[in-house]
C-alpha cells in the first residue's frame, strides 16, 4: 500500500509540474504578444499626445493673444494715456520679440512645405547651361558708346534662342528717362544725352559682366540678363530704380543740379517667346509705369504685372 501511495504521489506531482510549465508558457506566450503589440503601437500613440499637446500650446497662445490684444485695445481707449519713455522702450522691446517669433514660426511653415515640393518634385533632367552670348555690339550709339536698336534687336533674338535650348528664362529691363523733349528745350540738343549717358554709367555699376545695355530708342535703355529668375530681375531693377532716382543730375560738375527720372519695366522672357511679342509686353508696361508716375517700376511676369513704388 505504502508503495501505491507514493506512486499516486509521484504521478501527481508530474501532472502539477506539466500543468506548471504550460501555464508559465502560456504567460510568456501572451507576455510576450503583449508587447510586441504594445511596442509597436507606441510612436503613433506618443505621436498623437504630442500633437494634442502642441494643438493645447498653440490655443493657449492664441488665447493669451487675444487678451493681450483686448488690453491694448483698452490702454489706447483710456482719456489721457501717455506712455513714458520706459514704458514705450518696454513695450516696443516686446513687441520686437513677439514679432521676430511669429515670423520665424510662420516662415518655417512655408519653408518646410517649400521644401516638401521641392523633395517631391521629380528631376526628369539635367538642368542645361545657359549658352554663352556673343553679343552684337555694333552699330553704336556715337556719344553713348553702346549699341544701338538694329545691334539690341539681334542681341534680344540671340537670348531668347538661347532661353529656348537651354529651357531657363531670362530677362530684360527697359529704362525710360522721363520728359526727354522738355529737356531737350530747357537745357538745349545735347542735355537729354548727357543725362541718358549719366543713366547708362548708373546701370553699368548694377549689372553682371555677362549682361549687356542697348539703346532701344533715344530715351530708352535696354539691359539684357541672360539665365535670370524673376526674384533675381526683380531685386536688380530694384537697385537700378534706386541708383537713379537717388542720383544728383547736373549738365558739368559746377552747374546746378536737375530733376532726372526714370519709368521703368523687368520682364522677365521664357522658353519659346518671341522678340516681336517681349517688345509689345515692354512697350505696355512702361506705358503702364509712367501712368503711376516717376521713377515707378512695373514687374511683368508673363501675362501679369506688378507696381513696385518708389518708397
Known sequence: M?????????SLSNEVLIL???GLLI?????????????????ARNLRRAKKHIQGCFQHVKETLDIAQSACSLLEKFPGMV?????????????SNLLELITRLVDRKNLDQNQAKIETKPDKKKKQKFPAMQWVLEPEHVHLKLPETAAFEANLEMMLL???SSEQTCGLLLVQMNQHDQLKERFGIMAPVKFMKTISRL???????????????????????PSYTLSEGQANAETIRDAIRHHHFRLEASSPEVVVTASLAYLT????????LV????????????????????????????????V
Request: with cysteine; aromatic share 8%.
Open 279 to 310: 517688345l509689345e509686353r515692354g512697350s505696355h508696361a512702361l506705358a503702364k509705369s509712367q501712368k503711376k508716375g516717376r521713377n515707378q517700376l512695373i514687374i511683368q511676369d508673363s501675362h501679369s504685372y506688378e507696381h513696385k513704388a518708389a
Open 162 to 164: 538661347g532661353s529656348t
Open 203 to 225: 546701370v553699368l555699376h548694377k549689372v553682371r559682366d555677362e549682361d549687356v545695355i542697348c539703346i532701344w530708342k533715344s530715351d530708352t535703355l535696354a539691359i539684357l540678363f
Open 269 to 276: 522672357c521664357v522658353p519659346g517667346d518671341s522678340a516681336e
Open 83 to 95: 506712455l513714458t519713455n520706459e514704458q514705450s522702450t518696454e513695450l516696443n522691446k516686446k513687441r
Open 2 to 10: 505504502t508503495t501505491s501511495l507514493l506512486v499516486s504521489m509521484i
Open 20 to 22: 506548471f510549465g504550460a
Open 27 to 43: 504567460a510568456v506566450s501572451l507576455g510576450f504578444t503583449t508587447g510586441y503589440f504594445f511596442g509597436k503601437s507606441a510612436p
